[in-house]
């Protein structure tokens, strides 16, 4: 029996742990697992049962984003529409048709790194605005053949000046999932800085976007606010706009931390 025992025991001793190993803080690389699961430092802006520090950009406007449980896509019978399931959960949806207010925090934020998820049905479209300023653009790119534009999903996307689109930054490679799948930003952003007057002197840049764990962008300046931004003048922060007018779209694991050095490789 003794024997038995320390046989077992040596057994034991040589298994692989099962203990996951922290990923290097702050690399800019995909892990296989959300980084807020990874590394310290994330807090989440959804308390998982309502939307509780979010509201209307416009406070005039007809709001229909909820909390749902989960979401339902049938890309057979409804592939252009997302529907929620239950009420009071960690996604939230942007009503019934796709057409509803954008979403602002109540926070604001300067320089960030930022994480979520989000959901779309075929063709859809949404966007994400760092200080509802500057846009990282959601679309169905699924199957689009290369090279993308800033209107592609992974897409920093242009200013509208004098009647036109100006600069934008198209994705490096084409990572966007199928439609009905969850799919993941991760940005690590600065603000833009300013003198003691108010004078900018460096532009907002997106140092790195990961699309789906894929490097899309790295070091885009950003000169000015992105075509349908919050309608204010540039500042150190600002809140985070999700875009609900331009079609269904979910959004779930949203966290943000303050910004930290990138380990360049």
Not at 69 to 85: E, F, H, K, M, T
Not at 148 to 166: A, P, S
Request: proline share 9%.
């Amino acid at each position: 029996m003794r024997a038995l025992l320390i046989l077992v025991l040596a057994l034991l001793s040589q298994a692989p742990s099962t203990a996951p190993t922290p990923s290097p803080i702050q690399d800019g690389e995909a892990h296989g697992d959300p980084p807020f699961l990874l590394e310290d430092g994330w807090e989440p802006l959804l308390d998982g049962t309502s939307l509780a520090g979010w509201q209307a950009c416009d406070a005039t406007a007809a709001n229909a984003w909820r909390a749902v449980r989960a979401i339902r896509y049938d890309g057979a019978l409804a592939p252009a529409a997302l529907s929620g399931l239950g009420g009071n959960g960690g996604v939230i949806l942007n009503g019934p048709t796709g057409k509803t207010a954008n979403l602002c925090t109540s926070r604001t934020f300067g320089d960030v790194e930022l994480y979520l998820e989000f959901m779309l049905p075929k063709g859809s479209n949404s966007g994400v605005y760092l200080q509802g300023l500057y846009e990282m653009q959601i679309l169905d790119s699924f199957g689009k053949p290369e090279p993308l534009t800033y209107g592609d999903l992974g897409g920093i996307y242009h200013q509208w000046i004098d009647g036109k689109g100006v600069g934008g930054s198209g994705p490096r490679v084409n990572a966007a999932r199928r439609p009905g799948e969850w799919q993941s930003y991760q940005a690590w952003f600065r603000a833009p800085r300013f003198d003691a007057s108010g004078r900018k002197l460096q532009p907002a840049r997106f140092l790195r976007v990961l699309l789906n764990g894929q490097l899309v962008q790295t070091d885009i300046d950003v000169p000015g606010p992105t075509r349908s931004a919050i309608e204010r003048a540039e500042s150190p922060e600002g809140p985070l706009m999700l875009q609900g007018d331009h079609g269904p779209i979910a959004y779930r694991n949203i966290h943000v931390r303050p910004l930290r050095p990138l380990v360049i490789r």
